[in-house]
């Protein structure tokens, strides 16, 4: 055999161990995808589309979380769960160790590609637990949470300490921070983070198939606001200005979905919340899971909140043809486009909001030329499907690179 011969004999032979064989690529397990969310209902009711998206993209999803009661509609989606105990609520230094400790040890076990860490909390614990590790990193930070907006003494605490850790993991390669709105992005740069190494994906998408428009239902124009009983949320306004307008407009409705959240600093007491049920044209629902119906039962959505990422509530309800009335704050006015889709209002300003819920109540046109902008708005830029291939393609620049 000649030289020449014997050097393409060993050239094939090389290419055949470099070169998987088609039944290696049959058996090849897929790549794994895990995602970090301090409790189960979270996933479910806000990151739920993202990881369909990613199954439906052959990743093999796994999802690392407190679990409660939304477990087996976590595993009933072919996902494999880990528990995974968080502390929210205070400062527990020593069982966030443990919550480090034990996230390390299930991403070992697992051997995720690339790893989504979903809001404040699994953020910053999640870069402590990456150092050393393999695999990509996102860091989905959505809406800052409290420590971001609050005044406490706690509050203060976490914001120094907090933003270095941030800027620590989003700053590593193979690494991005995943915000909702370009004053979130705005933060992280202001903290450090570099932009090169910070992504825009609006929300986390929306069913637009189970949130269809529907006409307005009939008797008093009836106001919802949807979400946790929060401070921040803006509850306590919303109640006020209610007051205000049934002063002069006594036939409209209130309606009250969502529940106390005690692990949360700014959690409205369950008998304040109670109480509110039983004033004149008020009703608190609690928890309410067919929330399409919700809508079927209001004209108009409410969230005087002082901080969000991209609300699901404004989402859901612009998708069913609801104008809405929120905050002109970050993430608020992502959905809410002033005298578009809705109203913008100041923060904490119980008077502004009275007006603008008194004009849509007024106007019957106006609700109905903004319900019809908001759907549309939603089609164009929030939809699940629209939402699932950005992360997705995410998901493959990171992992690629």
């Known amino acids: 055999m000649t030289a020449v011969a014997g050097a393409r004999k060993t050239e094939r032979d090389m290419d055949q161990v470099r070169r998987p064989s088609r039944m290696d690529v049959l058996t090849r397990p897929p790549p794994r995808v895990l995602y970090v969310v301090t409790e189960d209902w979270y996933f479910i009711s806000h990151r739920l589309p993202m990881a369909r998206a990613a199954r439906a993209a052959g990743y093999d999803v796994h999802v690392a979380t407190n679990v409660g009661e939304d477990g087996d509609a976590i595993r009933s989606e072919g996902f494999t769960l880990h528990a995974l105990r968080f502390a929210r609520g205070k400062l527990a230094p020593l069982r966030s160790l443990r919550t480090v400790a034990a996230l390390r040890k299930i991403r070992r076990a697992v051997a995720p590609v690339l790893v989504h860490h979903v809001a404040v909390q699994a953020s910053a614990l999640g870069v402590v637990a990456a150092t ?14 409290h420590a971001f907006i609050a005044a406490s003494g706690r509050a203060r605490l976490l914001r120094g300490v907090v933003p270095r850790l941030l800027r620590r993991g989003i700053n590593r390669p193979h690494a ?3 915000v909702q709105n370009p004053d979130d992005q705005d933060l992280l740069m202001e903290i450090g983070v570099n932009p090169a190494h910070i992504v825009i994906i609006p929300g986390s998408g929306i069913d637009c198939d189970r949130f269809r428009p529907i006409p307005e239902p009939d008797g008093p124009v009836t106001f919802a606001f949807v ?10 306004t919303l109640l006020a200005a209610f007051k205000i307008m049934r002063a002069t407009n006594r036939d409209c409705r209130l ?5 106390p959240d005690p692990a ?3 959690s409205i007491p369950q008998l304040d919340v109670a109480s509110w049920g039983r004033e004149p ?3 608190w629902l609690g928890e309410v899971d067919d929330i399409a119906g919700l809508w079927q039962r209001a004209h108009v959505a409410v969230l005087p909140s002082r901080r969000e990422g991209l609300p699901k509530s404004l989402l859901e309800a612009a998708a069913c043809g609801r104008p809405l009335i929120a905050t002109d704050v970050p993430g608020c006015r992502e959905i809410t486009l002033h005298e578009k ?3 913008l209002v100041p923060v904490d300003d119980p008077a502004a909001l009275a007006a603008a819920m008194e004009r849509l109540a007024r106007s019957s046109q106006q609700r109905i030329r903004l319900g019809v902008a908001a759907r549309r708005l939603v089609d164009e830029r929030f939809s699940a499907d629209l939402i699932g291939k950005a992360t997705v393609d ?4 990171l992992i690629d690179s």
């Open 281 to 283: 044209g008020v009703n």
């Open 227 to 236: 979400g946790r009983m929060l401070d921040d949320k803006g509850v306590r």
């Open 394 to 397: 995410l998901y493959r620049r």
């Open 341 to 343: 889709t809705g109203l």
């Open 132 to 145: 050393g590790q393999s695999g990509a990193n996102v860091y989905a930070l959505t809406g800052l949470g």
């Open 264 to 266: 949360n600093p700014g």
């Open 255 to 259: 309606l009250l979905a969502g529940s």
């Open 176 to 178: 991005v921070g995943l």
